[in-house]
């Protein structure tokens, strides 16, 4: 079985750029996570779609990032303008549904903005 | 919402025994989960407590105690590539949402 991707692993911007983030779940899996991990951090949720509909987005920075699940597989986020705070892995997990316990996650983007 | 406290550092021996511990607090719990990361790579799923007790899976267990709002990963006969950080979730009644605590990095020496 296939695992989650994600590209590209790695991206260096300058602030103010703006940045692209791909992620295609395990096949069958409908809930897709988006995470920010810190360094020396624990990972953070950003946004959790269901499908293609979002079910939780209450800590993603409205203001400068962005995701889309279209027809309810591949998912990509967006930052723009980017800020040198947001030097960080991002992560994308997937699992069955929402309720289960397990997820899956991606080797993650290291983004790191200059 | 939810906050977790785990050590940051443990160092130990190949073959020695690991606790790692996690104490939260919480609005709303539902399970609390424990997972693997090694340098530079994706978390990786361990084990999964949403009632009191001991879950063992080969040489990793876990244990939860709802009443003390608190749990541990118990890692035996420890062997190099256990090197990694470990992070406790707490999974919300509310959302079902994961909230990590910032992770005990195991560093294990021959």
């Known amino acids: 079985e296939a695992g989650v991707a994600q590209s590209p692993r790695y991206k260096i911007i300058e602030k103010r750029q703006s940045v692209a983030f791909w992620c295609n779940p395990i096949?069958?899996?409908?809930?897709l996570y988006w995470y920010q991990q810190i360094l020396g951090q624990g990972p953070k949720l950003l946004i959790q779609?269901?499908?293609?509909?979002?079910?939780?987005d209450s800590q993603l920075p409205k203001d400068r990032f962005s995701a889309e699940r279209l027809k309810g597989v591949d998912s990509t986020l967006k930052i723009q303008p980017a800020k040198l705070e947001d030097s960080a892995v991002y992560l994308c997990?997937?699992?069955?549904?929402?309720?289960?316990?397990?997820?899956?996650f991606g080797p993650g983007t290291r983004l790191t903005v200059t | 919402g939810q906050s977790l406290e785990q050590p940051s550092e443990v160092t130990a021996v190949e073959g020695a025994i690991v606790q790692i511990n996690c104490t939260y607090q919480?609005?709303?719990?539902?399970?609390l989960s424990w997972y693997q990361q090694h340098d530079g790579g994706a978390p990786t799923f361990l084990s999964y407590n949403a009632l009191d007790g001991l879950e063992e899976t080969g040489r990793f267990s876990s244990f939860l105690s709802r009443s003390d709002s608190y749990g541990y990963l118990l890692l035996q006969e420890l062997q190099m590539k256990d090197s990694a950080s470990y992070f406790c979730?707490?999974?919300?009644?509310?959302?079902?949402?994961?909230?990590f605590g910032a992770g005990t990095t195991v560093t294990v020496r021959a």
């Open positions: 779609f269901q499908n293609n509909g979002v079910v939780d």
């Open positions: 997990a997937s699992s069955l549904d929402g309720l289960s316990y397990e997820q899956y």
């Open positions: 096949s069958g899996h409908a809930t």
């Open positions: 979730a707490v999974r919300g009644s509310n959302d079902y949402k994961l909230s």
């Open positions: 919480t609005s709303g719990f539902y399970g």
